[in-house]
């Protein structure tokens, strides 16, 4: 017989399907099998949820877990354990590391160290330049096809299109050879912008934080 777990007598919140009613919720092998009064009377274990709130996983859009780098201020681990304890059941993290996330080979880091050692889902955001510098776009078909579910430099700005420092993309042309030209085509993904004024103000100086 397989083990029941009841969250009983809780103020249950899931937006998605209408819901807002004092209830049980019943779950069975790792899922939710029920909701509603008296759901989970005969489960073999229960939890008593009175006076709290049973609801969906947050998630948060904007998050630093340091690693790699500054391990001295957070790590994959304790990052995503504190997250559990808020509520938070998938974060992004950002890409301010040392090195930085702009490479396939940091996605792929970022991933396998929140899988063994993460307490929650860890989707990482990628850099829009190579090494936050603002001058050259990363590979961002390269980095999507990663696991990067958006793009950002995270407080450090990008040049502008009529700037002669302007990010340019590398792509692959005839022969194998690498090139570079303006990336025209957007790829199917956010972009974070964390823009900031340096003295005069840049054409992005409008952009509100976080526009996807």
């Known amino acids: 017989m397989s083990t029941t777990l009841a969250i009983r007598g809780g103020r249950v919140i899931d937006p998605a399907n209408g819901v807002d009613a004092i209830a049980d919720v019943l779950i069975a092998e790792g899922r939710i099998a029920a909701v509603g009064p008296d759901a989970g009377r005969d489960a073999s274990q229960t939890i ?16 630093h877990l340091r690693e ?3 391990e001295h201020k957070e790590t994959i681990a304790t990052g995503t354990l504190a997250a559990a304890r808020g509520g938070f059941t998938t974060i992004c993290a950002m890409p301010n590391t040392e090195p930085p996330i702009d490479s396939a080979g940091m996605i792929e880091f970022i991933l396998r160290t929140a899988q063994s050692q993460g307490a929650v889902r860890v989707l990482p955001i990628a850099c829009v330049t190579r090494g936050r510098a603002g001058r050259e776009l990363a590979d961002l078909a390269e980095l999507a096809q990663a696991g990067a579910v958006a793009f950002s430099d995270d407080g450090a700005p990008v040049a502008c299109r009529s700037s002669p420092h302007a990010p340019s993309a590398r792509v692959r042309g005839h022969a194998g050879r690498a090139r570079h030209q303006p990336l025209r085509r957007p790829l ?3 972009r974070w912008s964390h823009a900031r004024r340096l003295g005069l103000d840049p054409p992005w ?8």
């Open 68 to 70: 790699p780098g500054f």
């Open 48 to 63: 008593d949820a009175s006076g709290l709130i049973i609801c969906p996983g947050f998630v948060d859009i904007h998050c």
């Open 205 to 212: 100086s409008s952009w509100r934080s976080h526009r996807g």
């Open 188 to 190: 199917p993904l956010g």
